[in-house]
């Protein structure tokens, strides 16, 4: 066979193979997208330490975007939402991304869980001009030093522990220490706890870190214990957090415990029992039950509806899917990756019903959203 009709052979094969994905709905004019849906992809710990959050914020997540499907998708294009497990191990993470990007041909990331798992994700989606869409971290180098192809939605990690620093100080307790874990999540609210305590006494704020993956608990409980802290803030996964609180109530040598919003799940909250009576959990969503906003408001109805109990992790999810929509609705109706980063980049701020997010040039802000709330009595969270 010439040359030629080699290269013929070729062009007809290509044609015909265009035409089969055309008759089936199926060409791909950009990577994850088609003419019947845009596909994305998650890495997330569904099992691990951040499990139960992870579950419970994905949930929150698929509520709209089911919502939205049922109304037709946008521009026609159904949502369709690919997880993988990486069980809160950033080398899966990034094993994980790369598969969703390289075989999966996912058109963004979404809804990823930990600093460090961030992180590792970033490294595979910054060569493919890929968007990152929501994680779940407050980690301050995502907000100060924004990459253009991230879009973050929550607070930072820092708001949160200056805001409990203070609730503190109104109480009269400031002989305080912080639980954290050796990972860049750790760093990030080690800074935030030096920065929030500065003017406390040297002597009265201490640091216990902890290993991320195999904590010592017996060991941080009682370094805990020796330094008698009038309250401690929990900066650890959900399982640490649980095994500290256990710890501590049964040494009865803080008076006060909280834990940051990596542990706003209803799961979390009802595994503690009677022990988490009292437990302070910062938040940085809207209040899932009550009809303040209309972001909860939303959750609920669509809760209610689907026949599950709505939680702040599940409006974590929630309002990471409303941002996700939106940048899909401003990428256009021959959406690319491209168009969708310059899309919610040339927003502004956004209203998401309560809640407010900031992007543009050189600008990742999210929302600065903090409140404080207790597990009460039944396991619930309560103002």
Not at 57 to 83: C, F, H, P, W
Not at 130 to 150: E, I, M, Y
């Amino acid at each position: 066979m010439t040359g030629r009709n080699t290269a013929l052979r070729g062009a007809i094969v290509c044609a015909w193979l265009s035409g089969l994905l055309l008759a089936s709905g199926h060409t791909m004019a950009e990577p994850g997208v088609t003419d019947t849906k845009i596909i994305i992809g998650q890495t997330a710990g569904f099992t691990g330490p951040a499990g139960e959050q992870v579950q419970e914020m994905t949930q929150g997540a698929k509520l709209y975007l089911d919502a939205v499907n049922r109304g037709g998708g946008v521009n026609g294009r159904k949502i369709e939402l690919i997880s993988e497990d990486d069980a809160f191990d950033a080398a899966a993470s990034k094993k994980h991304a790369h598969a969703l990007l390289v075989d999966k041909q996912v058109f963004a990331l979404f809804l990823p869980r930990g600093t460090p798992n961030t992180e590792a994700i970033m490294t595979e989606a910054r060569p493919l001009g890929v968007p990152v869409v929501a994680p779940s971290t407050g980690a301050s180098t995502f907000f100060d030093q924004p990459d253009p192809l991230l879009f973050v939605v929550r607070a930072k990690y820092q708001a949160e522990i200056a805001e409990l620093v203070h609730y503190f100080d109104t109480l009269g307790l400031r002989r305080l220490a912080l639980v954290n874990v050796n990972d860049t999540f750790g760093k990030d609210t080690e800074i935030g706890f030096n920065n929030a305590t500065k003017k406390l006494p040297a002597d009265a704020h201490s640091i216990l870190t902890v290993d991320r993956l195999k904590p010592d608990i017996a060991k941080a409980a009682a370094d805990v214990g020796k330094f008698a802290p009038q309250a401690v803030i929990l900066a650890c996964p959900g399982t640490t957090a649980r095994a500290m609180i256990e710890a501590l109530n049964k040494q009865g040598t803080v008076t006060q415990i909280a834990a940051l919003s990596n542990n706003a799940g209803l799961a979390f909250a009802k595994s503690l029992g009677a022990l988490g009576r009292g437990v302070v959990v910062s938040q940085v969503m809207p209040s899932p039950v009550r009809s303040t906003s209309l972001l909860g408001r939303e959750l609920a109805s669509s809760a209610k509806a689907a026949g599950v109990t709505p939680s702040y992790a599940m409006m974590e999810g929630y309002a990471a899917a409303r941002v996700l929509v939106e940048g899909l609705k401003r990428a256009g109706r021959s959406p690319t990756r491209a168009s969708f980063v310059s899309g919610l980049e040339s927003a502004g701020t956004i209203d998401l019903g309560g809640l407010e997010v900031r992007y543009g040039p050189n600008l990742r802000k999210g929302s600065n959203y903090v409140e404080l709330t207790v597990i009460g009595p039944n396991g619930t969270f309560v103002k």
